[in-house]
């Protein structure tokens, strides 16, 4: 296995990224410079939480324009397995790897806690070590978590089976409840809860570890 | 030359500032505001002296960057 | 120049004694410039003139502490070459006057104090403090002060692990916002703000330099009048995706060795640190103005050295070490700029446009600030109420039913859910508990961090309040396994012109250093707010306490949350029903009077050894100290924790059970455990009084046989409280 951890100027779980894939999956990540034009050869991406640009003029959006997010995206559409979390999401979105946008969460404010998620679908690498129909715990983290996305697109996304999961108690005003959702060929998902948050006990939680769990047995 | 460029939801997607704002105006006594929708303003000092080519060049920005054509609109309006 | 008159003396909040103690010091009358930079510096903020004679009496010195006060933060050691290194400071004048800038650049300023001395932060904690919920502007300062902080920490990444959110009529006019920031550093790689090496280059980093804040540090050493919120335009605006740089480039640039000396601009930003650098050193600092990076165009030597634009540095560097620091700095976007050289005058020199604007003797300016002996007069004591003087509530259940949704008492789950207190990784102990824990990353060590202070009772016994302040601070860090090491402190007063209020100050001072004695718990930092008045009403006297201990081993840590259904509940500590000053008079009968309970200090400390022990070696399943609100309210807390009631069978041995289960005696803890016996038998030969108060289970908290509420209940309505109250618009 050989991850690779994408770092914007203000990425601030790239470390937490980073502990999570060497502890569940024993390899240390190669960490990439948003600056970087190209990209070693590696079969994973992750793009970690964090404010990218200070999410100034809109989250992820000057990220998902910078030099190393174009290899990202031909490597993305070649196969390779791209991990967006939280701010990583809203960079996929705004590079137009996954449906939808990203909004400011309904009630306004930040949120973090604990949210239950219900898996929807254990056919993905990410996801392979759950059961579909899962409830797991994961932490939420964001001020713009409000997934988005037009009627058309939002039937699209349900019939071809891409919402990878859901909130049991919507923390943001999502649509559809929708935590988290994979591009069309399954090899690229963005979710807004923390799985490298919760990969132990002692944080509150190991529900997230068999995320890198299925990436392992997958690749 | 510059150009203004107003950056706004589209109708349709729900705007939650702009209904905080609606709200907080009615609770200050501001009765008939019907809808209150928020966005950004962008002033952009351009080199470009031709308008055509200005307005060819800030559309490009917008779809590129400024504005995020899933949710957002954005209009352009050049002054010399 | 124009030439200084009386009023622009005046102006610059400088009285006709301290502007002749100028006029000695330079040998002549200062220019505009040097005017400005003296009001600055001999500002109360800056020169700590009311208090420094009386912070002396603080202890500061302990095996385990590198650094004291005088540094940006201090430093203790936290074994393994490690280091933690902490501060708190307050915002208070700029959070009133725009609440989410004001608190915003609070977090910004405590976190540059941290990581200028080497040290990545790793906690965020804020002790709030808000006027009455019923006075119109505190829903919409609460509001502001909380996504203000949240805005900052949680784009820097650092998680906000804790504090205190505390309201009374007395902050109406004077809200407080105390930041405190905890970093770890390798003891070998620790920085200091002595410049050094005649020759070497000022080195000037981060953001550019604008008109903002002018004046801000002559601003929070004022009171305020009824025009203060006109003041909105010197309010600094802080940027947090820049600080989140300037974190990366400066730990990326000390990870070599090409630094000298470094200080963060904070309050009166170029100047302070320049003297600062310059004086510390013992050596002189040229700067020439014209290369300093502006945002703005036509700025003045004064304007460039008074504003308090954040997110920015000053550096010595060894010579010739410019190239690869600058590297550094540009990857990450951020100015770079050599401003000046270390020189051997002792005199700060400034020039702009070829010409010296300023020259001023750094001796002087540092050794001749006013230092006040200002009268002070003591707090007249209270008599000491015994229970028979408050009513007995109807039912206990009802008033702790009553209790838990008052504002002091409700959960504050409203504010941190809205601070990410889990990035990094590391958060083992959540906003909620007695303290908040982090583990050092990568080892077994973890940080216990807590902030506390109780105003109400340094109102009513300035000496007794400051022993409490600390000693709750000892208890919250024992309460989780932790040995506490060392505390850092804001002490937030009124105008200390005043006597009784410099007597509060002078009161809470002495009875701080007998706590941090008696428990070897020393101050290693810390920072005064004076002026907290409107229109001549004072805060309460509230010297907030940030205090941090270690767990060599965090698994062995205990949480506030009972473990599980059947255990045993202890209760250690003596229990005499003290209602004076408590929140149940306070609440519940509407009575602010009666002395606060005393403290105890040394058996303060045979109790928290006692249950420090009993958490370490596992026999203490679960662990919650008791202060505000009582007994009872502990009990209430922890059975929330855990979702697990409580069968209540006590021996309250004379003491009305009213003033046995909301009594605010101090030094108590409630812990949890299967072996009671050992528990007993251990308190017995520390000499500490212990007793079996119940036991754990089911879903109800049994008060009694007739007296009972349900946990579910008790948590509805201590979590409704504050998301009704910023409900309404």
């Given at each position: ?21 060497e ?25 970690p939480?964090?404010?990218?640009f ?45 449906p939808?946008?990203l ?29 579909t ?32 999961f ?5 923390p ?48 | ?80 | ?64 502490v ?46 540059r104090?941290v ?26 300062l ?64 981060g ?13 929070a ?24 740089l ?5 730990l ?23 003297v ?86 750094l ?56 601070y ?7 958060t ?137 259904e ?109 072996s ?32 009972s ?21």
């Amino acid at each position: 296995m050989k991850p690779a951890v994408i770092v914007f100027p203000a990425s601030n779980c790239d470390r937490d990224a980073a502990v999570a894939i060497e502890k569940i999956c024993g390899v240390k990540p190669l960490m990439v410079w948003h600056g970087d034009s190209t990209l070693p050869d590696v079969d994973l991406i992750v793009i970690p939480g964090g404010f990218s640009f200070g999410d100034y003029l809109r989250c992820g959006a000057m990220a998902a324009r910078s030099p190393v997010m174009r290899e990202v995206v031909a490597r993305a559409n070649n196969g390779t397995p791209v991990l967006g979390i939280c701010n990583g999401f809203q960079v996929l979105t705004e590079a137009g790897l996954l449906p939808g946008a990203l909004m400011m969460n309904a009630h306004l404010k930040f949120v973090c806690k604990d949210v239950a998620l219900k898996v929807e679908s254990n056919q993905s690498m990410f996801t392979s070590a759950y059961q579909t129909g899962e409830i797991v715990t994961y932490t939420v983290a964001h001020h713009e978590g409000n997934y988005f996305a037009d009627d058309a697109t939002l039937d699209q996304i349900e019939q071809n089976g891409q919402v990878a999961f859901r909130y049991l108690d919507n923390p943001n005003g999502a649509r559809n409840d929708i935590a988290g959702i994979f591009n069309k060929e399954r090899n690229v998902l963005g979710l807004m809860p923390h799985p490298e948050r919760m990969i132990e006990r002692d944080l509150g939680g190991d529900d997230g570890a068999r995320m890198f769990e299925s990436l392992v047995a997958s690749l | 030359m510059k150009a203004r460029v107003h950056v706004t939801l589209k109708s349709g997607v729900l705007d939650p500032q702009g209904r905080a704002i609606q709200h907080t105006l009615g609770s200050l006594g501001f009765g008939g505001v019907s809808d209150v929708r928020q966005g950004k303003y962008l002033e952009l000092d351009l080199a470009e002296t031709d308008r055509d080519a200005a307005e060819r060049s800030v559309k490009d920005m917008c779809e590129k960057l400024l504005a995020n054509t899933v949710i957002e609109n954005y209009s352009i309006d050049l002054v010399e | 120049m124009s030439a200084i008159t009386p009023e622009i003396v005046a102006e610059h909040g400088l009285n006709p004694d301290e502007y002749d103690r100028i006029v000695n010091a330079m040998g002549r009358e200062p220019n505009i410039t040097e005017l400005g930079i003296f009001s600055v510096m001999w500002s109360e903020h800056c020169s700590y003139k009311s208090s420094r004679r009386h912070l002396r009496k603080l202890p500061t010195e302990a095996p385990w502490v590198i650094c004291g006060p005088g540094e940006n933060a201090g430093i203790i050691d936290i074994g393994d070459g490690q280091a933690a290194i902490f501060k708190m400071e307050s915002h208070n004048h700029p959070s009133f006057i725009e609440p989410y800038q004001g608190a915003a650049t609070g977090v910004g300023g405590i976190l540059r104090d941290v990581f200028t001395m080497g040290a990545r932060p790793v906690a965020n904690l804020n002790a709030l403090r808000f006027g009455s919920p019923d006075h119109p502007k505190t829903r919409h300062l609460l509001s502001g002060v909380v996504a203000g902080i949240g805005g900052y920490g949680n784009c820097v990444g650092v998680p906000t692990i804790g504090g205190e959110c505390d309201f009374h009529p007395a902050y109406n006019g004077n809200i407080l916002v105390n930041a405190m920031t905890v970093g770890i550093a390798d003891t070998d790689k620790i920085f200091y703000s002595a410049a050094a090496g005649i020759g070497n280059p000022v080195i000037y980093v981060g953001s550019k330099t604008g008109r903002d804040g002018i004046h801000g540090a002559t601003m929070a050493s004022a009171e305020f009048g009824e025009n203060s919120e006109e003041k909105r335009p010197t309010v600094q605006v802080g940027d947090p995706f820049t600080e989140k740089l300037l974190i990366e480039a400066c730990l990326e640039l000390m990870a070599t060795d090409a630094i000298v000396a470094i200080q963060d601009m904070g309050a009166a930003g170029l100047t302070s640190s320049s003297v600062e650098m310059g004086s510390k050193g013992e050596v002189g600092i040229e700067l020439d103005l014209d290369n300093v990076p502006q945002r703005e165009t036509g700025m003045t030597p004064y304007e460039m050295m008074l504003s308090e634009s954040q997110e920015r540095m000053l550096m010595v560097l060894k010579p010739g070490r410019e190239p690869e620091a600058m590297a550094i700095f540009r990857k990450w976007d951020l100015d770079f700029a050599v401003i000046g050289k270390v020189t051997d005058t002792r005199h700060l020199v400034l020039k702009h446009k070829g010409e010296i604007v300023a020259d001023i003797p750094l001796g002087p300016l540092v050794d001749d600030a006013p230092n006040y002996d200002r009268p002070h007069e003591e707090t007249e004591k209270q008599d000491v109420l015994g229970p028979d003087s408050f009513t007995a509530p109807e039912s206990n259940a009802d008033a702790l039913r009553e209790l838990l949704a008052t504002p002091d008492l409700a959960s504050k789950r409203w504010i941190w859910q809205q601070y990410d207190h889990m990035v990094m990784g590391d958060t083992i102990g959540r906003p909620g508990g007695d303290a908040g824990v982090v583990r050092v990353h990568g080892t077994q060590k973890a940080l216990a961090i807590t902030t506390d202070c109780t105003p109400r009772y340094c109102k009513a016994d300035p000496v007794e309040g400051g022993r409490q302040a600390v000693a709750e601070t000892w208890r919250n860090i024992t309460a989780t396994g932790a040995i506490p090491l060392a505390i850092t402190n804001c002490l937030n007063f009124g105008n200390p012109e005043k006597p009784i209020i410099m007597g509060q100050f002078v009161g809470c001072i002495e009875g701080m250093a007998e706590a941090c004695l008696a428990l070897d718990y020393p101050v290693i930092s810390g920072n005064v707010s004076l002026y907290n008045e409107t229109n001549g009403q004072a805060i309460l006297p509230t010297p907030a306490i940030g205090g941090v201990g270690i767990l060599t081993n965090y698994e062995q840590r205990a949480s506030i949350a009972f473990a599980a259904e059947g255990e045993t509940i202890v209760l250690i500590g003596d229990t005499e029903g003290h209602l004076g000053q408590s929140l149940y008079a306070r609440e519940l009968c509407g009575r602010e009077d009666g002395a606060p309970p005393p403290v105890n200090l040394s058996a303060e400390r045979r109790n928290g050894d006692l249950v420090r022990g009993l958490i370490l070696t596992g026999v203490a399943t679960s662990c919650h100290d008791v202060s505000g609100g009582g007994l009872l309210v502990a009990i209430a807390d922890m059975a929330m924790a855990s979702r697990i009631g409580a069968v209540l069978d006590y021996d309250r041995g004379g003491v009305p059970s009213y003033a046995f289960l909301f009594g605010e005696d101090q030094g108590r803890y409630v812990i949890t455990t299967n072996s009671p016996e050992l528990v007993l038998e251990q308190a017995a030969v520390d000499g500490v009084n212990a007793s079996v108060i119940g036991v754990t289970g089911g879903a109800t908290l049994k008060i009694s046989e007739f007296d009972s509420i349900s946990v579910a209940e008790l948590t509805q309505v201590h979590e409704g409280w504050l998301p009704a109250y910023m409900a309404i618009p």
